[in-house]
């Protein structure tokens, strides 16, 4: 257990749809970071937040938009969904700001299917 | 622009036997390597990163990796395969100049008894 949580664990929705999913950090973690894994596309980065901050983007689509709370849990908004959304997404949280200095940890993700 | 390319989708090897996975990057600036596990329905766990100090990296489980500037490769090795090893291996590239991070599209490991 990475301490890393993430809710829901499955959602299954309609195209079109938005939905929004969370994640809570590891106690003292100020970075949280937005992943999709997709057969298609494999691991892509979306989005990094540090200490409430957007710090990166990554292949994140427009559609989609992710805030981090002043409690330090994040949230994923995905609209308009397309069948090609669905994937699993997973949140990973860290210490510091920066990728290259301090180890990531992932929570368990979540499955979104959309049909 | 970085890139990372893991020259073998699908790797298999007896129990006992050593373990290499390929990788290759790209990148302008000095960059950061990782190479990340994922167990069947689990989320990512970090085994190794270098981060421009020592070239020869020890991560968990008995696995290392070499930093190669010079062929610009990051493979990762093990000398005895474990049927715990059985997973899929993503090699990882960051750099300093824009945070973002690029992952190759995975190596699937497979023990054989």
């Known amino acids: 257990d990475s301490g890393v949580t993430q809710t829901p664990k499955h959602l299954i929705t309609a195209t079109g749809q938005r939905v929004t999913l969370r994640c809570s950090p590891r106690s003292g973690d100020l970075s949280v970071y937005w992943y999709q894994q997709s057969l298609d596309q494999g691991l892509q980065f979306l989005i990094h937040?540090?200490?409430?901050?957007?710090?990166a983007k990554g292949n994140i689509l427009e559609r989609f938009s992710a805030q981090q709370f002043p409690d330090l849990h994040s949230e994923l908004n995905l609209s308009s969904l397309e069948l090609g959304d669905s994937a699993l997404y997973f949140c990973a949280s860290s210490v510091v700001s920066s990728p290259m200095a301090d180890t990531q940890y992932f929570g368990p993700g979540t499955r979104l299917t959309v049909l | 622009a970085q890139s990372v390319t893991q020259l073998d989708s699908h790797v298999s090897v007896s129990e006992g036997t050593p373990v290499l996975l390929r990788c290759n990057y790209s990148?302008?600036?000095?960059?950061?390597l990782f190479w990340y596990v994922q167990h069947p329905n689990k989320g990512l766990q970090l085994l190794l990163k270098?981060?421009?100090?020592?070239?020869l990296v020890k991560g968990i489980n008995g696995f290392e990796a070499e930093f190669k500037k010079s062929e610009t490769s990051f493979h990762l090795t093990k000398p005895s395969a474990h049927m715990s090893d059985a997973a899929e291996y993503f090699c990882v590239v960051s750099d300093s100049r824009d945070d973002k991070i690029i992952f190759g599209k995975g190596t699937r490991l497979h023990i054989l008894p």
């Open positions: 270098y981060t421009s100090a020592a070239t």
């Open positions: 990148s302008s600036y000095s960059p950061s």
């Open positions: 937040y540090y200490n409430g901050e957007e710090r």
